[in-house]
T-cell receptor, first 114, second 110 residues
Framework: GAGVSQSPRYKVAKRGQDVALRCDPISGHVSLFWYQQALGQGPEFLTYFQNEAQLDKSGLPSDRFFAERPEGSVSTLKIQRTQQEDSAVYLC????????????FGQGTRLTVV | QKEVEQDPGPLSVPEGAIVSLNCTYSNSAFQYFMWYRQYSRKGPELLMYTYSSGNKEDGRFTAQVDKSSKYISLFIRDSQPSDSATYLCALEDNFNKFYFGSGTKLNVKP
């Protein structure tokens, strides 16, 4: 595809349910980032991959959050036992290089935990 | 204290006005400075990036960085209703981590 694709666009989960959010980066992009954006706030860093290697996961809020990118392309962000405070938009971004280059964002997945 | 401070607005201006958006930051290790535009229910879209102090111009947009004061700005000339969006400043450290401001909501009235 032409851009970063995220699915689903919207997800409603009952508290305690596990969810999986998918990110398809731009083909050939080495770096992949996950961000969490609460309503009215800027995106907050969650984790960063370079190819299949997760180089930084310092932003993951708890051990209920887990991200993977097993083949260095598609990435999945999994949240176990969702809580209401997990409600946010989860944004994925990719960039072509290891070092700084333009990061392209997907449309995000809006997660609502009820 | 947050790494990046940005006035949330909202900022309302008439069409054709010059808009000034600003962020301050505390960490002198930041190397790259960016401005993103985010329309409602969309992902952020990169507008401008720079890595040095000074001005960078692209059409109606000018990004300004003052590393000594830890202050960055985005100027929009001849603002249009289509510029109405939330503008996010973002700073990148040496470890590929982006730090975003909270965003300024801009409304350009026709």
């Amino acid at each position: 595809g032409a851009g970063v694709s995220q699915s689903p666009r919207y997800k409603v989960a009952k508290r305690g349910q596990d969810v999986a959010l998918r990110c398809d980066p731009i083909s050939g992009h080495v770096s992949l980032f996950w961000y969490q954006q609460a309503l009215g706030q800027g995106p907050e860093f969650l984790t960063y991959f370079q190819n299949e290697a997760q180089l930084d996961k310092s932003g993951l809020p708890s051990d209920r959050f887990f991200a993977e990118r097993p083949e260095g392309s598609v990435s999945t962000l999994k949240i176990q036992r969702t809580q209401q405070e997990d409600s946010a938009v989860y944004l994925c971004a990719s960039s072509i290089l290891e070092d700084y280059s333009e990061a392209f964002f997907g449309q995000g997945t809006r997660l609502t935990v009820v | 204290q947050k790494e990046v401070e940005q006035d949330p607005g909202p900022l309302s201006v008439p069409e054709g006005a010059i808009v000034s958006l600003n962020c301050t930051y505390s960490n002198s290790a930041f190397q790259y400075f960016m401005w993103y535009r985010q329309y409602s229910r969309k992902g952020p879209e990169l507008l401008m990036y720079t890595y040095s102090s000074g001005n960078k111009e692209d059409g109606r947009f000018t990004a300004q960085v003052d590393k000594s004061s830890k202050y960055i700005s985005l100027f929009i000339r001849d603002s249009q209703p289509s510029d109405s969006a939330t503008y996010l400043c973002a700073l990148e450290d040496n470890f590929n981590k982006f730090y975003f401001g909270s965003g300024t909501k801009l409304n350009v009235k026709p």
